[in-house]
């Protein structure tokens, strides 16, 4: 007797907003996958967000703020999410 083999594929549109308090920016993640743990891999441990010139912003939530920019410039950033598994594209 054969045990059917199922193929799943699952995508998610994950959704960034970026919103601007004072000298700081408020970065939110929402719509992705989190992860059980179950596998023991897919829990994300930590985000992170580098931009032009400053120190990365490290956070275990997935609302990050980065704070004390300069007014009246341009930031260009990236975000990542990490977990066991490794880190994803930015």
């Not at 930590?46 to 009246?72: F, H, K, M, W």
């Amino acid at each position: 007797m054969f045990a059917p083999v199922f193929s799943v594929s699952v995508s998610v549109s994950v959704s960034v907003s970026v919103s601007v308090e004072g000298q700081d920016i408020v970065v939110d993640i929402t719509n992705y996958l989190a992860g059980t743990g179950d596998d023991e891999c897919s829990v994300i441990a930590e985000y992170r967000v580098a931009y032009d010139g400053a120190e990365r912003v490290v956070s275990a939530n997935s609302q990050i703020s980065v704070t004390d920019l300069s007014e009246e410039t341009e930031y260009n950033c990236s975000i990542v999410a990490i977990n066991r598994k490794g880190t994803s594209t930015s």
